[in-house]
């Protein structure tokens, strides 16, 4: 690989200094008064329902520090993966932020997380706030950064040849179900298409009817409903107001205030409340699909009749078909609730480029942000397991700062931008490493021929790719505050929101480092796999063991991403069955058994029929019976017929 050119002042920014927040060498004098500039415009804008953030601050010298390691890390990085060769880095001014100095170390620790996540200096979209009650000019609070609908018309951004959106590519390899074309699963289960998974769930039908009798809806139900929205659905995904909404919820549902898209709205918190309310439907094996479905019904016909004919700004459509997805996601029905977030990626990205001409409040600005990224995160989570349209939110995000919450950043929303920022790692990863051009399968081992047709200088183009992806993922971790970061010396997550963190750090550990272990367990027996082949291969199987672990807690009862969780446990168990079938590597899973048991356990509870996960319940039985026959067979403990 070569390394990143230098700026050449041109611009926008290069894509590594930009998502790395890291600042480019070539500098614009006109940079920093642009800026200001922006600044001084947005700070006009309306603000509504907006507190101040508590006073917390930290030592200036831990802060600098903390931001000086981090930012030397930045610059030590070498080239982008996806397009080394070709990236041309172009200068964009940095917008520098000052905090303030008091001993207090938890703001510092925020800080410099959020300094951490990627946010265009040069879009005019931030309004920085005042920490606590110190109005002194130049102290801003990073926990309160507010998008201004003044610029809105700038968030689809542009992208050149040389400066390719950091999005999933069409077609990657990424998917469980890719695993399928790999000899050694072959071997083990037969032959299964690609798009299994993609052919089980198209055919689960879902076609919610409105009941015929009127709705009639008791106050002190919905009022308990309602409390179990916000304190078991919107931790996850913040992005209602809770102040603002149980008036607005009260005068739709009993003053008869609002449109069709606003009794919709709230009929999905009642649908969301009710599913959260009822703990025996969140545990497995113990769930009906009707908890809910009476309000789900009613709203999901009011949000696509409105989806088709409404095209002004409409926040309570997009927040409905938001939580028509995520409600879909518990019931785990993940095509079904891409089709929703498809709908509402549509609608949010019109309703962004309508910002700036509508009058609306910097309240109802800040929620959009929240659903952009929302949208972002649901919809790339279904295309990293199918192949299907993309609603082009990704693009629009490359231009989207990081959003800001109503009652400033808690450990909820801390979870959530940290999820974000790395489920944009994620999609980096998809593109530096699966995708399909060119030669995707010699590149990434993922052919039977890849040993005796390339040799292992083809793998060795990898060990920079993944050295550096590794690397930004640490980076990610160890840029998380002290109140969000789990423990890597435990394996057991103290909550879900740990529990989720964790998952996506070691499912992304583990998809940097497959494909050295895939092309390791294609080589012979007297092969000597150079340094670079073993790390990463012992690191793919720990990754693996780690979320495993993980998902056996999590599992244990239904989330938003129960589906998702159960597919990577499947890509998991393959890869760690994968290397337990080759001598080289084979030392690393002595407890194949016991690992595949811990998978099949997990997720057994959920295989309903004709769902995914009884399919991946077959797969595991086949896969471990093969396991114990190939084990008896090598003991010699088998006789053959002719001894009998």
């Not at 993609?198 to 015929?212: A, F």
């Amino acid at each position: 690989m070569n390394r990143k050119r230098k700026c050449d002042g041109h611009k926008p920014a290069c894509r590594l200094c930009k998502v790395s927040g890291a600042t480019c060498e070539y500098q614009d004098p006109t940079a920093a008064t642009a800026v200001s500039a922006a600044t001084e415009n947005v700070a006009s804008a309306p603000r509504d329902g907006t507190g101040s953030a508590q006073k917390r601050s930290g030592t200036t010298a831990d802060m600098i520090r903390r931001l000086d390691d981090l930012e030397k890390l930045i610059r030590e990085q070498r080239a982008a993966p996806a397009a080394a060769a070709d990236d041309h880095c172009k200068s964009s001014q940095p917008k520098e932020t000052t905090y303030q100095s008091e001993n207090l170390e938890t703001h510092a620790d925020v800080s410099a997380f959020l300094s951490s996540l990627w946010i265009p200096p040069e879009i005019s979209l931030l309004q920085p706030q005042q920490l606590g009650n110190d109005s002194s000019p130049g102290v801003a609070d990073t926990q309160n950064l507010h998008w201004s609908p003044a610029s809105g018309q700038q968030m689809g951004g542009s992208h050149t040849m040389e400066e390719e959106p950091l999005t999933i590519p069409i077609g990657h390899l990424t998917p469980t179900s890719s695993l399928f074309s790999l000899d050694q699963i072959k071997k083990l289960i037969g032959e299964y298409p690609e798009d299994f998974f993609y052919q089980i769930e198209s055919t689960r039908n879902l076609e919610p009817k409105v009941p015929e009798d009127a709705l009639n809806i008791d106050k002190d139900v919905s009022d308990s409903f309602l409390a179990a929205f916000f304190s078991e659905i919107h931790p996850h995904f913040p992005i209602l107001n809770p102040t603002l909404f149980g008036e607005f919820f009260n005068g739709v549902l009993f003053d008869g205030a609002g449109n069709e898209s606003s009794q919709a709205l709230c009929l999905m918190v009642l649908a969301l409340g009710k599913l959260a309310s009822n703990r025996q439907a969140c545990s497995p094996g113990q769930y009906t699909e009707d908890d809910g479905m009476e309000y789900f019904g009613r709203a999901y016909h009011r949000l696509t009749s409105q989806w088709i004919t409404s095209y002004h700004f409409n926040l309570p459509l997009a927040s409905g078909l938001v939580y028509c997805a995520i409600y879909l996601c518990y019931l785990e029905r993940p095509l079904h609730a891409w089709r929703m977030v498809y709908m509402a990626s549509s609608k949010v990205q019109m309703m962004a480029s309508q910002a700036g001409n509508e009058p609306i409040t910097q309240e109802e600005i800040d929620c959009l942000g929240r659903l952009c990224w929302t949208c972002f995160l649901l919809e790339c989570d279904a295309l990293a397991e199918f192949h299907l349209p993309r609603s082009g939110i990704e693009i629009m995000m490359e231009n989207m700062p990081f959003p800001c919450f109503a009652n400033g950043i808690d450990s909820d929303g801390l979870t959530f931008l940290a999820i974000c920022s790395v489920r944009r790692l994620l999609n980096r990863i998809h593109r530096a490493i699966y995708a399909t051009a060119p030669r995707p399968r010699e590149i990434i081992g993922m052919g039977s021929n890849l040993a005796t047709s390339y040799g292992i200088d083809s793998v060795g183009s990898l060990e920079s790719i993944c050295t550096e992806l590794a690397h930004q993922l640490d980076s990610w971790y160890e840029s998380l505050p002290v109140s969000i970061r789990f423990d890597l010396t435990e394996t057991k997550p103290s909550n879900l929101h740990d529990g989720w963190l964790r998952l996506r750090y070691w499912s992304a550990k583990h998809i940097i480092c497959r494909p050295c272990l895939v092309y390791a367990a294609t080589l012979p027996d007297n092969t000597h796999l150079p340094s670079y082949i073993i790390q990463h291969s012992e690191i793919c199987v720990s990754s693996c063991r780690n979320y495993i672990e993980t998902a056996t807690y999590v599992l244990r009862e239904r989330t938003q991403y129960t589906w998702m969780t159960i597919q990577a446990s499947l890509a998991c168990a393959f890869v760690l069955t994968i290397a337990s079938g080759s001598s080289l590597l084979r030392h690393l899973v002595p407890d194949i058994t016991t690992l595949l048991g811990k998978v099949t356990t997990a997720t057994q509870p959920w295989a309903t029929t004709g769902s995914s996960a009884e399919s991946i319940g077959w797969i595991l039985k086949t896969i471990t019976q093969k396991q114990k026959f190939s084990r008896r067979l090598s003991r010699g403990s088998l006789r053959s017929p002719g001894e009998l």
